[in-house]
């Protein structure tokens, strides 16, 4: 069974930063497209960044294109988020999720895999 746990949440003021992984576990992840998603409270959830099976491509929402990279480690069949810059809009709970298919894709519903979810909370 494939399992998707995500770490690296936590509490950080404005300005500064946090690295969320993500790490796979029940199959390899080694040719599939990884994303990350975040809801914040009373609003639904978004896209944030994704990457390719390669990490050829990238792509990110406006509101983070700048300040967030996404990454991935195939040999540790994981996933990453770099986050800086971090502003109190920033503040929600993180999603990662993976996916067979081989494209980047901002679609949701295009990802088999999530994880629980880890909470960001950006205070001013």
């Known amino acids: 069974q494939v399992q998707l746990v995500e770490s690296g949440g936590g509490w950080v003021q404005a300005g500064g930063s946090l690295r969320l992984s993500c790490a796979a576990s029940?199959?390899?992840?080694?040719?599939?497209?990884w994303g990350w998603f975040r809801q914040a409270p009373g609003k639904e959830r978004e896209f944030v960044a994704t990457i390719n099976w390669n990490g050829s491509t990238r792509y990110y929402a406006d509101s983070v294109k700048g300040r967030f990279t996404i990454s991935r480690d195939n040999s540790k069949n994981a996933a990453y988020l770099q986050m800086n810059s971090l502003k109190p809009e920033d503040t929600a709970v993180y999603y990662c999720?993976?996916?067979?298919?081989?494209?980047?894709?901002?679609?949701?519903?295009?990802?088999?895999?999530w994880g629980q979810g880890t909470q960001v909370t950006v205070s001013s």
């Open positions: 029940g199959r390899a992840f080694s040719n599939n497209r």
């Open positions: 999720a993976a996916d067979p298919g081989l494209s980047a894709t901002r679609e949701s519903g295009s990802y088999g895999y």
